[in-house]
């Protein structure tokens, strides 16, 4: 198989198929440049989605879709970088493995961020959650900001993710196992 077909909020797209190891491939959903799935798939969740402040993602795939649920509601979004820039200052990090990552990433957030999110209510979001390992980490910098999570939202959910019942999520999104 090349491709996997998938509907996602009434758009439909085919997937081009990945090898992430000799015995499991994925289907590599990529939102860069998708503006018409970005903007519908942003307008689904917003409906699922509980109140919240400002919305938070990990860079950066989950960048688009952060940005588009930020604009078409509560107007604030941070992203998490995954190198400190010379305009951030006293990093709070964390560390992540992601299965689309080959090595462990950190994440971090300056002090600027930090201060303008404690206190309010946050929502995590980011376009595939698969293994959890980088929404477990942007968790865990939540919780060094002192913010209260209010959902965690994701366009796919793959594989055993779909089983979560902590995540809002607009499709699931099967994982390959070869013979």
């Known amino acids: ?3 996997y077909k ?3 909020a009434g758009v439909e797209r085919e997937l081009k198929m990945f090898p992430v190891n000799d015995k499991l491939d994925i ?3 990529i939102m860069f440049g998708d503006v018409e799935v970005t903007e ?3 307008a689904e969740l917003l409906k699922l989605c509980p109140e919240h402040d400002v919305v938070v993602s990990a860079e950066a795939k989950g960048i688009p879709l952060c940005y588009e649920m930020a604009r078409q509601g509560c107007r604030e979004y941070v992203i998490a970088r995954k190198s400190i820039k010379v305009y951030m200052r006293n990093c709070t990090h964390v560390t992540v493995n992601s299965i689309t990552t080959e090595n462990a990433q950190t994440l971090y957030l300056g002090e600027d961020d930090v201060n303008f999110l404690k206190g309010k209510r946050v929502l995590i979001v980011d376009d595939v959650i698969s293994t959890g390992e980088s929404l477990a980490a942007l968790e865990q910098l939540m919780e060094a900001c002192e913010v209260e999570v209010v959902g965690k939202a994701c366009v796919l959910a793959e594989g055993d993710a779909k089983n979560r019942d902590d995540i809002i ?3 699931p999104l ?5 013979d």
């Open 1 to 3: 198989m090349d491709n």
């Open 6 to 8: 998938i509907t996602i």
């Open 27 to 29: 289907a590599a959903f």
């Open 40 to 42: 519908k798939a942003a």
């Open 169 to 171: 999520y607009l499709e």
């Open 174 to 178: 099967p994982l390959f196992f070869k």
